[in-house]
Nanobody, 126 residues
Framework: VQLQAFGGGLVQAGDSLRISCTAS????????MGWFRQGPGKEREFVAA??????????FYADPVKGRFTITRDTIKNVVYLEMNNLRPEDTAVYYC??????????????????WGRGTLVTVSS
């Protein structure tokens, strides 16, 4: 499966932004879809994931984004969205999407994902 993230940009602290990840095929049955980010000088970290439908389709979030970010999946368009509200300067990063078929306990683990798409840069100014 090929993935492409887009929709990043420059926003101010407190703003909202929605980024998207398009897939070359229907991923909803076979794969969890995850969003990760890599800030300047930082390791790539888990942001959010949505489980495949056969695993219940539940959403998972990293603690720093809980209550601010929402991940959703459009199974008709083969797109996964990440709605980001109340953005903070520390959210500045390149955001990537990827797929995984790991058991749910590993859904936040970077090394369980593959098919990393080209990332999209989100810059939040203070």
């Amino acid at each position: 499966v090929q993935l492409q993230a887009f929709g990043g940009g420059l926003v101010q602290a407190g703003d909202s932004l929605r980024i998207s990840c398009t897939a070359s095929e229907d991923t909803s049955r076979r794969y969890h879809m995850g969003w990760f980010r890599q800030g300047p000088g930082k390791e790539r970290e888990f942001v959010a994931a949505i489980a495949r439908r056969t695993s219940g389709g539940r959403a998972f979030y990293a603690d720093p984004v809980k209550g601010r970010f929402t991940i959703t999946r459009d199974t008709i368009k083969n797109v996964v969205y990440l709605e980001m509200n109340n953005l903070r300067p520390e959210d500045t990063a390149v955001y990537y999407c990827a797929v995984s078929s790991v058991v749910l306990s590993g859904i936040g683990m970077v090394d369980q994902y593959r098919s990393w798409g080209r990332g999209t840069l989100v810059t939040v100014s203070s």
